[in-house]
């Protein structure tokens, strides 16, 4: 485990991810606390994207891989399962830190007083950790199935960055609706009870377990 971390986990990764969350809770504005998960998830997740990508094709790059392929096949894909699991780990420490910086740094409105305010802000926080997990853990797998696919993680990135900027958009809330990818970016606040916006965080767990199971098959083919 503590070899997957050193690949998976260099200090450069380390460092640009809390860089970037440090610097989004710096510049981007919000007036209450209801608006962080929605600052924070949709950066969240390209940033995931971005990190997990090289998951596997660093081995391919550093030539690691023709002494992997000595290994068996299920020894492979559970050492790529394990990096998936450490990196998400890493980043949903990094998105709860950042949720912390924007109290921090910006001191936003927290509604309702004492401790029933107190009490809402704990819940709001469970909920946006829950939403950005599961954020995290889908575009972090779809970035590397699409590495490995084309053994190259730009193409990762930049297949992931073009399925961002769909979902991520007035179009994508217009047509996809509760089951958009960022359903929670684009829930209402007004309505703290409406709970539809699962159905988009449900289809990131349906086609992320998707990806999961497809991903082996795809590095045994690939190499």
Do not use: H
Not at 149 to 177: A, K
């Amino acid at each position: 485990m503590i070899y997957e971390m050193k690949i998976s986990l260099p200090f450069p990764k380390q460092a640009y991810a809390v860089f970037f969350v440090v610097i989004l809770s710096l510049v981007r504005g919000v007036t209450c606390s209801d608006e962080i998960g929605i600052a924070l998830e949709a950066p969240v997740a390209i940033l995931a994207a971005a990190f997990c990508a090289d998951t596997y094709t660093q081995e391919v790059v550093s030539r690691r891989s023709e002494i992997q392929r000595l290994c068996p096949m299920i020894k492979r894909i559970n050492s790529v399962y394990r990096r998936i699991v450490i990196q998400d780990i890493f980043l949903l420490s990094v998105a709860a830190a950042g949720y912390g910086l924007f109290f921090l740094f910006q001191n936003p409105e927290i509604d309702g007083t004492g401790s029933s305010g107190l009490e809402n802000e704990a819940c709001r926080f469970l909920v946006y950790f829950a939403a950005v997990a599961v954020t995290i853990g889908f575009w972090g797998l779809l970035s590397n199935l699409l590495s490995c696919l084309f053994r190259n993680m730009w193409m990762g990135i930049g297949g992931c960055l073009l399925l961002w900027l769909i979902t991520n958009s007035s179009m994508g809330d217009r047509y996809l609706g509760a089951w958009n990818l960022f359903s929670y970016t684009f829930r209402s606040l007004e309505n703290s009870g409406d709970y539809t916006w699962l159905y988009g965080k449900t289809a990131c767990i349906g086609i992320g377990v998707i990806a999961a199971a497809v991903l082996p098959k795809i590095i045994e083919k690939r190499g």
